[in-house]
T-cell receptor, first 114, second 114 residues
Framework: SQKIEQNSEALNIQEGKTATLTCNYT??????LQWYRQDPGRGPVFLLL?????KEKRKERLKVTFDTTLKQSLFHITASQPADSATYLC?????????????FGKGTKLSVIP | NAGVTQTPKFQVLKTGQSMTLQCAQD?????MSWYRQDPGMGLRLIHY???????DQGEVPNGYNVSRSTTEDFPLRLLSAAPSQTSVYFC?????????????FGEGSRLTVL
């Protein structure tokens, strides 16, 4: 069966360091992968999308990589700040699936410690 | 910019009661969807719609009905609430012709069924 796993439920990191979050998937042929940020009591907010034929995407302090051989995406936040503390969700859109039927991972809660 | 608006934000029901969660978007998005989010389970797709008059089931549709009479509105109906439907519900929308497939989420509706 199809599965998406985010490597850990929680990640603590010191301010200024690079946070790296992992999203692994099995039994998928993804058309693209997205990352969202979710703050407590709020809806998820879109951050980045990376397509199956792209290796890396950047947006300000954020970087996403996508390795379809390893079936893995890495999400990096460089120079992390306490304001980056949130839960980060990865989501996959499978090739050939109905429009935008995204499947979400359970999320990783990131805490950036001052 | 209202975006995606969900009402109510909080609701308590007794088992067997019915109710409708409202969702409206003002971005003229063709695609709308409902997810539920439970601790340890992540976001799971309940129903979705690719346009007015068109709806389809997601991963966990049982116990829920939807309709899409207009582009703007996509209500979610619980006909006979059960304690297993205690959850946080998110409505989301996107353009179907977007290259990103970015989902715009509402702020959520927290439902408790006693």
């Amino acid at each position: 069966s199809q599965k998406i796993e985010q490597n850990s439920e929680a990640l603590n990191i010191q301010e200024g360091k690079t946070a790296t979050l992992t999203c692994n998937y099995t039994n998928y042929s993804p058309a693209y992968l997205q990352w969202y940020r979710q703050d407590p009591g709020r809806g998820p907010v879109f951050l980045l999308l990376i397509r199956e034929n792209e290796k890396e995407k950047r947006k300000e302090r954020l970087k996403v990589t996508f390795d379809t051989t390893l079936k893995q995406s890495l999400f990096h936040i460089t120079a992390s700040q306490p304001a980056d503390s949130a839960t980060y969700l990865c989501a996959l859109a499978a090739s050939g699936a109905g429009s935008y039927q995204l499947t979400f991972g359970k999320g990783t809660k990131l805490s950036v410690i001052p | 910019n209202a975006g995606v608006t969900q009402t109510p934000k909080f609701q308590v029901l007794k088992t067997g009661q019915s109710m409708t969660l409202q969702c409206a978007q003002d971005m003229n998005h063709e695609y709308m969807s409902w997810y539920r989010q439970d601790p340890g389970m992540g976001l799971r797709l309940i129903h979705y719609s690719v346009g007015a008059g068109i709806t389809d089931q997601g991963e966990v549709p049982n116990g829920y009905n939807v309709s899409r009479s207009t582009t703007e509105d996509f209500p979610l109906r619980l006909l006979s609430a059960a304690p297993s439907q205690t959850s946080v519900y998110f409505c989301a929308s996107s353009r179907t012709d977007a290259n990103t497939g970015e989902l715009f989420f509402g702020e959520g509706s927290r439902l408790t069924v006693l």
